[in-house]
């Protein structure tokens, strides 16, 4: 379908990546942080998938049994017991705990199915958005994985960061949280207030940026092996010739997709894992 697609719009390797690197945006980006510049496709697909997310949930717990469970009750016990069990470990507040579980493991539900988007056809979804866009099909842009969309996974962590600022205020006191603002890390002395102050907001942006952007970083790097993958097929599908370019876009296809279930795995559970911390940090008294 690479190839098909490529031969139809007469793209070359570069403009096929580009085109699929694109987002569907209201308006094109003027800066490298441009608020004005909504990507429909992220809002959308994170929308769905969330409400996906939730259903699954919800059904799980209306249709739990004392007896022996499904599967799939039996899976969704497993996960919510997991993400129970790292909380209890690093947030030590049972209060907090009521309300940081949930929300650990809705993060973890929630990026899992969006970075599982990767695993789709890279020209499948595309290819079907092009067939029923109203307008100039070359400008049909969509991608489809959320977490690979840097104003996404920077939502979440300040989203993240917004929970740590609440629970500093709410365990701490307003007052309290201020005066460790200006306290720590360096000690409690007039002349080391605007250093403690200005560590405390580098850390503060620091873990924000990092907590986002590790996230887009592999989600991002996944999404163009899978192009480059698709291009060998297509390379291999124009030509004609060149018989090792198509067993080794089958192979590289399904390797690099079963390693990839462990990396879409293993980022939402980073995630959350960092979430738990940071929102464990904001419980601490320095």
């Not at 907090?96 to 020209?123: C, E, G, H, Q, T």
């Not at 049909?140 to 740590?164: E, F, I, K, N, Q």
Request: charged share 10%; proline share 3%.
């Amino acid at each position: 379908m690479a190839a098909e697609n490529a031969a139809e719009h007469g793209q070359t390797a570069g403009e096929y990546i580009i085109h699929h690197l694109t987002h569907l945006q209201n308006v094109k980006p003027k800066s490298v942080v441009d608020f004005s510049v909504f990507s429909f496709d992220s809002i959308f697909f994170s929308v769905v998938l969330g409400a996906l997310g939730c259903f699954l949930l919800w059904r799980a717990a209306r249709k739990a049994t004392s007896g022996v469970p499904g599967r799939f009750q039996a899976a969704v016990e497993f996960l919510v017991e997991m993400v129970d069990q790292q909380a209890k470990g690093i947030v030590h507040n049972k209060e907090s705990r009521k309300m940081v579980a949930p929300l650990a493991l809705v993060l973890f539900v929630w990026i899992f199915l969006l970075n599982a988007m990767d695993l789709l056809p890279v020209d499948l979804l595309p290819f079907l958005f092009g067939k029923f866009y109203p307008g100039d099909p070359h400008h049909a842009y969509l991608r489809v994985v959320p977490t690979a969309d840097l104003s996404v996974t920077m939502g979440l962590s300040v989203g993240v960061l917004l929970v740590c600022l609440y629970y500093n205020v709410k365990i701490k006191g307003l007052g309290g949280w201020v005066h460790e603002l200006f306290t720590a890390p360096f000690g409690n002395h007039w002349a080391l207030y605007p250093f403690n102050f200005a560590m405390q907001m580098i850390e503060f942006v620091a873990k924000t940026v990092s907590h986002g952007m590790r996230l887009f970083g592999n989600m991002y790097a996944g999404e163009l092996i899978f192009l480059l993958i698709a291009l060998m097929g297509g390379a291999f599908t124009l030509s004609a010739t060149g018989i090792g370019l198509a067993i080794g876009h089958i192979i590289a296809g399904t390797v690099w997709s079963i390693f990839h279930i462990l990396i879409i795995t293993l980022q939402a559970f980073v995630f959350m894992m960092l979430a738990l911390v940071y929102i464990g940090q904001a419980h601490d008294h320095h």
